[in-house]
């Protein structure tokens, strides 16, 4: 595996690839990999010739008050992992390389970046779309991929992808749960071992929704409401559970199809996220 931190190396080597008319699948992450990360690793693989993965605790998606500084960093666990998962490149830049001058250009996502996540992190989806944007014009893949677990990103990525006519296929990757049905995601390191014991029910509460909306149930506040209660008697602070479409994450009428249940709860230190497909 190639390990860059400099944008023109990079790009140098990546249009080598190019020439060589070999196709590029792109995977950035944040580092602190898990099962998640490396199945989108191995996906990635059967997307393209050229797997390129990337490395950077992105500061501008960091609220003031956020982990930004405590946000787990793993590099040399985070290579053998990309190495065995067969990555060829991995891009890993410091923040004067990404930023060697203060990011005064945005890119602003619509209204949804307002709604459930961003209404909780003002600004987190500005700086998502942002970075995202600029990793995109240095790797120039032809696919990139992104998880399902953080839903909303991946929506506000496919539609800036599709806005600004990128040649990028935008693909989401299925959540990886642990054999409890907790959903893997860097944060869960910060779980003691009781909240990591409690930690499941947030996709049980979720499992229970989707069962009664398939049953005909469509009173979804309540239902929404009554999961949320679940879990805060038993010790989560719950954000949202929210019932959504799935094409706009718009909150969902009777009569739509294609729903998702979205979700957002602190258990102890961690905002845990999660989401389930009906
Ligand atoms: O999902 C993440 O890890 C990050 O939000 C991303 C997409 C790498 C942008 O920093």
């Given at each position: 595996m190639h390990i860059f931190s400099n944008v023109a190396e990079l790009r140098a080597a990546l249009a080598r690839v190019r020439q060589q008319g070999r196709s590029i699948a792109f995977v950035p992450t944040m580092g602190n990999l898990h099962a998640g990360h490396i199945s989108l690793m191995q996906q990635a693989r059967q997307h393209a010739d050229c797997v390129v993965a990337s490395i950077f605790v992105n500061?501008?998606?960091?609220?003031?008050?956020?982990d930004f500084d405590k946000y787990p960093r793993t590099f040399e666990a985070d290579c053998t992992q990309l190495r065995d998962a067969g990555v060829e490149f991995l891009f890993a830049p410091t923040e004067q390389d990404l930023y060697?001058?203060?990011?005064?250009y945005m890119v602003e996502p619509p209204?949804?970046?307002?709604?459930?996540e961003g209404e909780v992190r003002p600004g987190h989806f500005r700086g998502v779309a942002t970075v995202v944007m600029k990793l995109f014009q240095i790797v120039q893949p032809d696919v990139a991929l992104f998880g399902k677990k953080d839903y909303q990103q991946l929506m506000v990525l496919r539609n800036m992808a599709q806005q600004f006519m990128l040649p990028i296929k935008i693909i989401g990757g299925e959540t990886v749960r642990a054999d409890d049905g907790l959903a893997l995601s860097s944060?869960?390191?910060?779980?003691?071992a009781t909240e990591r014991a409690e930690a499941p029910r947030l996709q049980q509460v979720l499992q229970g929704i989707r069962q009664a909306v398939l049953n005909g149930q469509r009173n979804y506040e309540q239902l929404c409401q009554e999961a949320a209660d679940t879990l805060n008697t038993h010790g989560w602070q719950t954000d949202y559970i929210s019932i959504r479409r799935?094409?706009?994450?718009v909150p969902a009428g009777p009569?739509?199809?294609h729903l998702v249940i979205v979700a957002a709860s602190r258990l102890g230190i961690p905002r845990l996220l999660d989401n389930l497909e009906i």
């Amino acid at each position: 595996m190639h390990i860059f931190s400099n944008v023109a190396e990079l790009r140098a080597a990546l249009a080598r690839v190019r020439q060589q008319g070999r196709s590029i699948a792109f995977v950035p992450t944040m580092g602190n990999l898990h099962a998640g990360h490396i199945s989108l690793m191995q996906q990635a693989r059967q997307h393209a010739d050229c797997v390129v993965a990337s490395i950077f605790v992105n500061r501008l998606q960091f609220g003031p008050n956020e982990d930004f500084d405590k946000y787990p960093r793993t590099f040399e666990a985070d290579c053998t992992q990309l190495r065995d998962a067969g990555v060829e490149f991995l891009f890993a830049p410091t923040e004067q390389d990404l930023y060697p001058e203060p990011q005064t250009y945005m890119v602003e996502p619509p209204e949804i970046q307002h709604m459930l996540e961003g209404e909780v992190r003002p600004g987190h989806f500005r700086g998502v779309a942002t970075v995202v944007m600029k990793l995109f014009q240095i790797v120039q893949p032809d696919v990139a991929l992104f998880g399902k677990k953080d839903y909303q990103q991946l929506m506000v990525l496919r539609n800036m992808a599709q806005q600004f006519m990128l040649p990028i296929k935008i693909i989401g990757g299925e959540t990886v749960r642990a054999d409890d049905g907790l959903a893997l995601s860097s944060r869960n390191s910060y779980l003691n071992a009781t909240e990591r014991a409690e930690a499941p029910r947030l996709q049980q509460v979720l499992q229970g929704i989707r069962q009664a909306v398939l049953n005909g149930q469509r009173n979804y506040e309540q239902l929404c409401q009554e999961a949320a209660d679940t879990l805060n008697t038993h010790g989560w602070q719950t954000d949202y559970i929210s019932i959504r479409r799935q094409q706009d994450l718009v909150p969902a009428g009777p009569d739509d199809r294609h729903l998702v249940i979205v979700a957002a709860s602190r258990l102890g230190i961690p905002r845990l996220l999660d989401n389930l497909e009906i």
